[in-house]
Structure formats: C-alpha cells, structure tokens
C-alpha cells in the first residue's frame, strides 16, 4: 500500500522540538559560530505582547538566523519562499518549525489564510516583504500586503536591519561558500499596536518602507567591513553584465583563479575589482567603474529601460524546459527558444509527455538522478506568458528562470545564464507593480 503524504498544518504553533530545541539551540548556534552572527535578543520585543509581525532586509540565506538570535525566546512563524521547502530533509522540518511556504511574485491564498491564523492567535509573524534576497545589497519597493494585514489584524510592528549578511553570502555569488566577516543586526523601528489601530494603511506602508530601506554599500563605506573568502567576484558578471566602459553586454566575465577577485571585459579589457568590503574599483588608473554594485545595476536598468523605450523590443534565447512533479522532484521535459518582447514571454519547443510517470531506477525516485531526462512521448508546444500580471521573477542568477503558467503549472527554463538577470529587468520594468 502506498504510503499517505503527510499533511502540514500551515501556520500551526511552532514545535518546541524542532523551533527551540533543534532549532535556536543547535542549528542556528552553529551556524552563527561558523558565520560569526553577533546579535544579542531585543527585550522590548520579548516584552511586547502579541499579534506582531516583524519585518527585515533581505540579503541572504542567513537572515532567518540572523532574525532567530535577534528574536531568541519568543517562537514566530517565518514566512518562506516556497521554493526552500522543495528539498528533503530540510522542507518537512520548517513545516514543523512552523514556517509558512510563499510561491514568490504571485497570489497564494494558501499562505495568506495560515499567516491570518497566526495573527488570530496572537502570534508571531517573521516576513522578508521584498519576497526576494536582494542582488546589490540595497532593499527593493514592494506592495502593501504587509501593511494592510497588520492593520487588520492590529499587530504590532517591529522592523530590523541586518548588516553583513550580504557580504558573507551574496546572492549572485558563484562557488563561493561562506565569507568570513561580522554580521549584525537590530531593530531600527518598533510600532506599538496601539498606534498601529490609528494609522491608516497607507500611512503603515510608507512607515515600512522608511523603515526598511537600506543599502549595505554605505554600511560598507561607513563600517569598512572586511569579509575574507577566495575568488570574491566570482559569479558578479551575471549580475554586472554590461561593461562601464565599452557599454557592451555579456562581455564581462570573472577573471579566472589567478586573479579571482575580479572581471574583465573581453571586448576592452576593462577590469574591476571586487573589495572585501563589498565595494568595487577600478583595478587600474585606465579602467572604469561605479563605486558599488547598487550603482552598476542602476545603470543597467536605465539602459533597459532606453532599450525598451525604443520600441519593438526583442530578446532570443535558447532554453532547456525543466518541470516539477513533486516538490523533490524535477526532470528535464523539453528544449527550445524563449522569446521576450515588452508583452510577452513565449516558449516554442517540445515538452515530453509525463504520462509515463516519473523514472526510477532500482526504486530509487528521481530526485537521486537530477540530471536525467523525463522519459516519455516529445511534443511540440507553444506557451505564452503576460508580463502584465507579473509582479516579478523567480530567478537564479547564471542559471535559469522559472514562471508559472495560468493554470498554476512551474516552468523552469535553463538559458545563457548570463542573461538572466536581463530577463529579470525587463519583468520587474514592465510586469505588474501592484
């Protein structure tokens, strides 16, 4: 008899086994002595009295550690990317951590109905309302949801920054591991729920959003932080993609292990190099840089933003389809082009017929053989996807991209991966903002 899926009570009252047990007291204390966290418990928050919901800056896969130790006493439930949970053994225990899955950029009644039930009881939510780690170090606008639950549920509202998270773990980095550096946190702001109830939500939303920007580059410029690791711009071309001074794209690319604290352009040779303190310079008087990563990427968008402007706009890419049949498992269906223009991204290729079920081999599920191809009957196909009703894009940076469809199906498309970030642009530049 085929053994029942074991059914999550999303939003539940975090297990003191796996929360606090587990949890505070193993995982994260190892893993702030390996990445040397320094954050001591806030006692206000200790003392404040529930529902609150407490909000941070996100810049890495440590900001819920970060968050725990800054939060240590009092158990909350996190809200998550969904896309953490799809690996074993780890997606079970958050559940029964209490974390709460959150499909990224699109409308999850599932999530929404288990963060409500946590504020019913008085509880503790921990939200990253960028809904995304962020790329350059600086904090990304988002929708009043937060808001607007907070207001309805009269929360309280406690809002962090985290500084050095970034710097030990950015998102666009390649190989890399762990930086050994300083991380530190502290609230920055605390709304009480009686001014909460006062308060409309426009005015709570633009209280978040002043409270949470922040830009890790002029923590750098102020603190000089040092965070030490090998080949430190590794993985940084697929995010500074067009060169400063040629203003090519996909020219610039890391300089190898000799040199692996920086990249080059391979059409003018110009070369920037990557700090320990997560600024950039030009590594000689003839070669052009910004001062930091936020600048680069600002230049970029704008550049995008020209190119869309222009008209017409057109971007071709060749793509490997992948799709996922259970949260562990996923199998490469098909391969094609993916086409954006400023209305659409259209995938034309095949796409294997999964009827056949998903392989094994000597009984063991495919999630042990990533790499294989889904056997099965191939089919031509042609899916279109709005960029209208975007509100952004599930990405990994020198890898792929994924979407979900109308019907709520997960496409992943492997492409260039120095392209992505460019696909990612265009999304946020003409997806839906609201």
Not at 88 to 96: A, C, M, Q, V
Not at 107 to 123: E, F, H, I
């Amino acid at each position: 008899m085929a053994k029942k899926p074991y059914e999550y009570d999303i939003g539940c009252v975090p297990s003191h086994w796996w929360y606090h047990c587990v949890g505070e007291n193993i995982l994260v204390k190892l893993i702030a002595l390996f990445t040397n966290i320094k954050v001591k418990p806030d006692q206000d928050y200790l003392k404040e009295e529930g529902p609150i919901i407490v909000i941070s800056n996100h810049e890495s896969y440590l900001d819920p550690m970060v968050t725990s130790m800054l939060t240590k006493g009092r158990p909350g439930n996190f809200v998550t990317g969904e896309f953490v949970f799809r690996k074993n053994p780890w997606g079970h225990w958050f559940r029964l951590g209490g974390a709460i899955p959150k499909k990224q950029f699109v409308v999850d009644t599932v999530s929404v109905k288990a963060m409500m039930k946590v504020m019913k009881r008085k509880g503790v939510l921990f939200i990253y309302p960028e809904a995304t780690r962020s790329v350059d170090g600086s904090t990304i606008v988002f929708d009043d949801g937060v808001a607007k639950m907070a207001k309805k549920a009269g929360a309280a509202i406690y809002i962090a920054h985290i500084h050095g998270a970034y710097l030990t773990m950015p998102r666009w980095g390649k190989g890399l591991g762990i930086r050994r550096g300083k991380i530190t946190a502290e609230f920055v702001k605390k709304l009480p729920a009686s001014e909460v109830k006062n308060m409309t939500a426009e005015e709570l939303q633009q209280y978040i959003l002043d409270g949470i920007k922040y830009d890790e580059n002029d923590y750098s410029r102020e603190c000089n932080p040092v965070h030490k690791g090998k080949n430190l711009a590794r993985g940084l071309q697929n995010i500074g993609y067009i060169c400063p001074r040629c203003s090519k794209e996909f020219t610039v690319q890391w300089a190898g292990k000799k040199n692996g604290d920086c990249v080059t352009c391979t059409s003018c040779g110009n070369t920037i190099k990557y700090l320990p303190s997560g600024l950039i310079v030009p590594a000689t008087d003839a070669d052009k840089s910004f001062d930091d990563l936020h600048k680069w990427t600002e230049w970029e968008r704008e550049q995008v933003e020209k190119e869309i402007a222009a008209g017409d706009f057109h971007m071709e890419l060749d793509a490997d389809l992948h799709k996922m049949f259970d949260p562990l498992t996923w199998a490469k269906t098909g391969s094609g082009k993916v086409t954006i223009t400023s209305t659409e991204i259209i995938y034309e290729g095949t796409d294997c017929d999964a009827t056949d079920g998903i392989p094994y081999k000597k009984g063991k599920p495919m999630r042990k053989y990533r790499k294989r191809t889904l056997d099965g009957v191939s089919k031509p196909i042609r899916q279109v996807f709005e960029i209208a009703t975007m509100r952004g894009l599930v990405a990994k940076y020198g890898k792929a991209f994924e979407i979900y469809s109308k019907d709520g199906e997960l496409f992943r498309f492997y492409v260039d991966g120095q392209k992505v970030y460019k696909v990612h642009l265009v999304v946020e530049l003409l997806g839906k903002q609201n």
